[in-house]
Every structure is written in C-alpha cells, then in structure tokens.
C-alpha cells in the first residue's frame, strides 16, 4: 500500500514539476529568457501585423496596369472568397478551425509523434505532421519565427524546433484574441505563398485560372491549397503529374467529410486542370515602358517620403488612359510590323548599318557589343583575352528570339543575335492632353520584353524639322507674321575660325526654287534655307532660348545648324510637351504622369500638379497653331497625306521632322484636345533606309499617329471627339489670311512686305 502511494506521489511530483517546467518553459520563451530563444511579436505587431504589399499602378480610368513587388501580393477580405475555397482550405489543412483557439489538440497527437520521430532521427524529419492549425500556420507566415526570431538556442537541432513551434502556439492563441475567425482565414489565404512569383490568394487565382477569388470553384480551389506547402512540388504548370494527384487526394477529403457527394467527387477527379496560366511580370500587359520609367521615379519619390516601394503596398494612380494606351500600342504594333517588312525587303538580306557615303560599316557589329554590359564583364572575368571573350561569344546555344509575328526559337551565338536584332526599326509614341498636361499614352518601344530601352524619354535623337516650330514661333513673338515673305534661296552663315568659315544649309532635295513664299508655306513645306533665313534673322541663340522656355530640357548648341535639328539631341517626350504650349495659349505645361498616391488604406499621400511656365503670348501660340495647320492645308505641305477623315469638323496642325540621310523620323500632330508624336529609327543613327523617300517621316512616323488618331475618334468610350482650335481671348493684331499675298507671290510680282528682305540674307 505503501507502495502504491509513493508512486502516486512521484506521478504527482513529476506532473507538477512538468507543469512548472512547462510554464517556466512558456514564460522563458515568451520574454526571451536571458536571449536564449529569440524575441516575440509585440502587442503592436499583432494588433496591425504587417506583410509585404505589392504596390499597384492605376490608369485614369482604375484599370490595374501593373505592379512593383518583391513578393507579389495583394490581399482580399474574407467576402471575396468563394465558398468552394474556404470549404477546401478547411477539408485540407484544418477541419476543425472553428472549434480551437488556435491549438487543435488532437491534431496536436500527430505533432507529438512527430517530435518523436525527429528524436529517433536526429531531426531529419519536419515537424508537421497535419498537426499545425490554419492560424498556427498564419503565425509562422506573418511573423516569420523560424527564420527572424532567432535566440541562442534556436540553432541547436530538435531544441530549436521546439522553441519555434512552441512560440507559434503562443502567437496563434494571441492571434485568436484579436482577430474573428473569418479574417483569420482571410489573412492565411493573403499571407501564403502559391509558387510562381504568386504570394496570396488574389494573385494565385489570376496566375492559374485568370479569375477571382471569389469565382474559384472546387476543382481550381484543390489545385490552389494542394500549393500551400510544397508550391513546387505541386505546381500545376510544371508538375502536373504531381498537382493532378494532390488535387484526386484534397478532392477525396471533400467526399470524406460530406462536402460533395460520390457523384461529384468522381466527375471532378476526371477533369483536367483547366489552367489559364500566366505569371505577372513587368513584361506584359499594358504600357510596359511607362510602368518602367515611372517605377525609377517612384523609388526615388518613396525614399524621399519614407516608404517602400515594393512592399508598402501603395496605390498610384496615373494620368494614363486604358482605352487609349491600347489604341496606341495597336498603332505602333500594327505600323512597325508593316514599315519592317519593308525595310527588310529594301535591304533584301543586306546590312543595313551604312557609312555617310552609303558603304557598309566594316567592324560594326564587333564595336557594337564591345560597348554591351556582357561583353565588359567577360573581358572582365576573362582577365582581358579578348580572344576568349569573342569565342564565348560566337558558342552557339538555343533561344527564343523576337519576330513580328511570334517568338521563334533558334540556335544563336550572341553575336548572331546582335546581328538579328540591329536589323529592327525602332519606335516611341507618346500622346499629351496639353491643358493639364496629362499624359494619357506612352508606347516606348516595339516590345519591352526584348527591347528595354525606352525611346519617348529615355532616348534622345536629332529632331530634325520637328525643331522649325520652334524657330517660328520665335520670330513671331519677336514680331514677324505668318504672312512674311522670304525668297527660297541660299543663306549663308560666317563662320570665322572654322574650316569652312561659313556654313551654308541645302534644302532636303539639294536644290532651291527662287520662290518667294510666306513663312507659314515654308513652314508647311518644311523649307530649309527660309528657317535658316529667319534664324539669321533672330539669331540662334534665341533659338535656343525659346527651345528653353518651351520645355526642351537637353542642351543645344546656339549654333546655326540648330534651325534644323542639328544643335543637339531631343527626346519626344520634351518635343511633344513643347508643342502643347501652342494649344494651351502659350502656357507651358509639364507634362506629368502620377496624378496622386495614396497608401494601403486609402488615404492620400499626396496629390500632384503640374509645373507651368508663361513661354508665348496668347497670340504667338494661335499664331502657331495657324501655321501648324499649314503642313495640311498648304500646296505641298509635308502633312497632305494625312487621311481627309481627320480634317472633317476638325482642325489638325502637324509637322514632320527627317534628320540627315533618314536617320530619323518624327512626326508630332496637335488637336484642339491632344498633342501627340511618334519617332521612328534604328537602334543606331547608322541604320535607316537607303534614301529619303522611304525613310522621311511622313513615311515613317505619321502613319502611326494617323491611325492611333482614327481609332481613338472611331472609340466612343475615349471621350475623344473632334474640334477646333479655341480663339484668343482678343482679336489677333495682324492678318492671317495670306492667299492675297500668296496669289501676288506666285504671279512672281513684288509686294509691299518684299523690301524687308536683306539682300546680304541671299549668297
């Protein structure tokens, strides 16, 4: 009997001395014991427990254009899941989620085993075993316990296990105190990882079926929580051997706890995975090379204000429109692969990187990728033998290279593809509302996949005439008229010291008329020797001041040649914001894409505006406008070609733009409600067509604005209508009708404007 007692009482002392152990044990954990066992969550941390967010890009009209992420997540609330989810999740990972506080006891048997079995394997195995509960799980996702909160003892094998899942069962329960079990649900599903750059429910739906969460019915939802913990393993698009078994296994669960009947579960086991498989990146979608500049804006904009771009989970919203960013895009797509065809067929299989004498660059390709990145860091890493470098890059191996019509796969040396794709025009396209200076499209190459460099912003080239705009609204704030009359002929420009001392521009086809023509016909025929006239006349320096004010920010030369694009490079960004002054009365506005952000709840951060400068008079600006209407109206205007559709109840301006030997082709159109351009060229300004018929940028440039003008007014849902140009707010102080004097100047008579004309302007 005696016996007996002692054994009760060492039962006894044994269990309470557990029960002190295993107290002492949660204490030591909870506040991290002398730094043995790592830190907990604080009471902050759980009440707004934080996840990384993926910020989003917004159009104008709330389209979801793209993200900025290191894990791509974005989160939904409970009412935004299906049932068929949530019935499944349960089924899988915790069926009795609605009756524990966060421990599930007898899932808890089947963690006890498995502690056991890491014993007898000396922590070979994991410690799962289908005891963790959903919110357990949510604790180890939110707070990341395994891997951050580490102590002394965390390390040591088994013991560290130990600790980490013991220190999950404390935030698990403190996580049910807080928060209702539906949003805990809501949380796991945000907070889980589903394998293909997919973090969260929301994103996973998308990357797999296209669709919502709120549409994912049982067959999508057993492949979906069949990635929950081996989102490899179980990955439907590379595995599906391995997703088809995991989804018959979750299915069966289903069938066990009465969820879907026998007839059910054998019609659902038979059905394929149905996947519509596609991973976000920052190479589809829409406005690929818009997402992209203004994401290195943005991260300087959020270092500046103390947030992170990638994690913080903003909302920013962009001046952009959807309807017309498409538009856009189908315009270049559809006119480049049109003008490649035939560049390649003027080329026939020739290389199409000439010398100013027309004869193939010799070396050309070898020049090209020593200035590439890879080509420097193996010169690098092959301690400068250049042999080897080049014999690296001449292996052969396969690769999906870029067509118009689909990717091709191919077997390529680096060279080889150099070689390809320098054979490729390029092109930019960017169209502006001028009054607020949104910026509503923006097409920065041919396909962002292949091509990164954007050419509306980032690539700067000579504008060729698309600069005479500029020169003549000048002259005209500096007094001249539309009207004026200048004799098309040479102008010589001193140039003391230089060899030659003088420069003496041609006109395009090398020739001069002897015609006497007013500046808005000049304009409209894009005549070289009468801008070069006019910029004797005011001098290239106020060229060059004007190009300031009106909001080209590169640096050009004050030198005679900037009358015709040749005084330094321009992007189309700058040109085009430059053109929207005429439109907007002489006011020019910044253009600017981010109209606000705001923060993860909604609330604003801030709100953006313009920057807006007085660079004409009101007159000067309509005045332009009047002389940009020429290129169409005007006898041999360079803009005739324009489709007549465009000009019915509408008033269009324009100006071409072709650098030397077609290197460059450029064409800006202004509406009374949009400024848009387009540049068309090679990667380099030695590849282009033979001659100027086919590469000049009427050719070029103009049949994509054309037809992204057409289709926005053939889009009821644009918004875009037709118009005209508004009148000043005062009656014009000079005549603008010039057919009296056009009449008399082509009668070859002199008038009465002839005799302002310096006869030292004429060689």
């Known amino acids: 009997m005696s016996s007996l007692k002692k054994i009760v009482k060492t039962i006894w002392a044994i269990s309470t001395l557990s029960i002190i152990i295993f107290v002492f044990g949660l204490y030591a954990i909870k506040f991290d014991l002398f730094e043995l066992f790592g830190g907990m969550p604080s009471l902050q941390d759980l009440e707004k427990p934080q996840s990384e967010l993926s910020s989003e890009l917004y159009s104008n009209d709330t389209i979801l254009l793209g993200k900025y992420f290191r894990y791509n997540r974005s989160p939904v609330k409970y009412h935004e899941l299906s049932n068929e989810l949530i019935t499944t999740l349960l089924v899988t990972e915790d069926i009795r989620f609605y009756n524990h506080s966060g421990i599930d006891f007898k899932g808890l048997v089947r963690a006890t085993y498995g502690v056991f079995k890491n014993i007898i394997t000396l922590g070979s195995s994991e410690l799962e075993g289908g005891g963790s509960t959903i919110t357990q799980q949510l604790a180890k996702n939110l707070f990341k316990i395994r891997k951050e909160k580490k102590g002394k003892l965390s390390n040591v094998p088994f013991i560290g296990l130990i600790i980490s899942k013991i220190k999950e069962w404390i935030v698990a329960v403190k996580l049910e105190e807080f928060y209702t079990k539906n949003e805990i649900l809501s949380m796991y599903l945000n907070t889980a990882e589903y ?44 595995n599906p051997g391995n997703a088809i078994n995991k989804k018959t296994e979750i299915l069966y669960n289903l069938y066990k706890y009465s969820k879907i009947s026998k007839m059910n579960f054998d019609s659902l086991s038979v059905l394929g995975l149905n996947l519509t498989y596609k991973v976000e990146n920052q190479n589809a979608g829409q406005a690929t090379y818009f997402r992209t500049v203004v994401k290195n804006y943005l991260i300087n904009w959020a270092k500046n204000n103390n947030y992170d771009l990638f994690s913080d989970g903003l909302k920013i919203y962009t001046t952009i429109n959807s309807k ?41 390709l070898k020049n090209s990728i020593k200035r590439t990145k890879r080509y420097k860091d193996l010169l690098k890493n092959n301690n400068g033998d250049t042999t080897r470098v080049f014999n690296i890059l001449n292996e052969k191996k396969e690769m999906k290279v870029f067509s118009w019509n689909q990717e091709i796969d191919t077997i390529f040396s680096a060279i080889d593809s150099l070689k390809y794709y320098k054979n490729f025009l390029q092109a930019g396209f960017i169209s502006i509302e001028p009054k607020t200076g949104h910026i509503k499209a923006w097409v920065g190459g041919i396909n962002h996949k292949y091509f990164k460099y954007d050419h509306v912003k980032q690539g700067k080239r000579q504008p060729g005439s698309t600069i005479k705009p500029i020169v003549y609204a000048a002259a005209i704030d500096n007094g001249y008229s539309p009207c004026y009359p200048v004799v098309d002929a040479p102008v010589v420009f001193e140039l003391p010291g230089q060899d030659p001392p003088y420069w003496r521009p041609d006109n395009h086809n090398g020739k001069w008329t002897g015609e006497t023509m007013t500046l808005r016909k000049a304009m409209a025929k894009s005549v070289n020797s ?20 009106l909001g080209i920010k590169s640096k050009l030369e004050a030198v005679p040649a900037v009358c015709l694009g040749a005084g330094g490079d321009v992007s189309l960004f700058d040109l085009v914001g430059s053109y929207s002054t005429f439109i907007n009365k002489g006011i020019w506005t910044e253009p600017f894409f981010i109209s606000r952000i705001e923060d993860k709840y909604g609330n604003l951060i801030q709100k953006f505006v313009p920057t807006k400068n007085e660079a004409l008079s009101e007159e000067t600006a309509f005045l332009m406008l009047h002389m940009l209407k020429g290129s169409k109206e005007e006898e041999g205007g360079t803009a005739r070609g324009l489709n007549p559709e465009l000009t019915i109840n509408n008033d269009v301006g324009a100006k071409t733009g072709t650098t030397q030997n077609a290197s460059d082709g450029w064409f800006i159109g202004v509406t009374h409600n949009l400024v848009s351009g387009a540049w068309v060229g090679g990667d380099d300004r030695s590849i282009h067509f033979k001659n100027w018929t086919y590469g000049q940028g009427a050719r070029t440039a103009m049949p994509i604005w054309q037809q992204y003008m057409l289709s926005i007014y053939n889009d009821s849902t644009t918004n875009i209508h037709k118009g005209k140009f508004d009148k000043p707010s005062k009656k014009i102080s000079i005549e603008i009708d010039c057919s009296v004097y056009n009449n008399d100047l082509k009668d070859d008579s002199l008038n009465v404007f002839i005799d302002k004309i310096d006869a030292s302007d004429i060689f």
Not at 342 to 354: A, C, L, Q, S, T
């Open 195 to 238: 394998g293909s750059n997919s973090y969260g429910i929301k994103v996973a739906s998308k990357t797999y079926f296209n669709k919502l969460p709120s549409q994912i019915n049982y067959n999508e939802a057993s492949i979906i929580v069949g990635l929950l913990n081996k989102p490899t393993k179980y990955n439907p698009f590379y």
């Open 530 to 549: 009468i801008t070069a006239f006019i910029t004797k006349k005011i001098s290239p320096k106020t060229v060059v001041d004007y190009a300031k004010k």
């Open 324 to 364: 017309m960013q498409s538009h856009a895009e189908n315009a270049v797509a559809e006119q480049m692969k049109r003008l490649q065809n035939v560049f390649n067929k003027h080329w026939d299989g020739k290389n199409p990187w000439i010398d100013e004498k027309g004869y193939e660059i010799k070396d050309f």
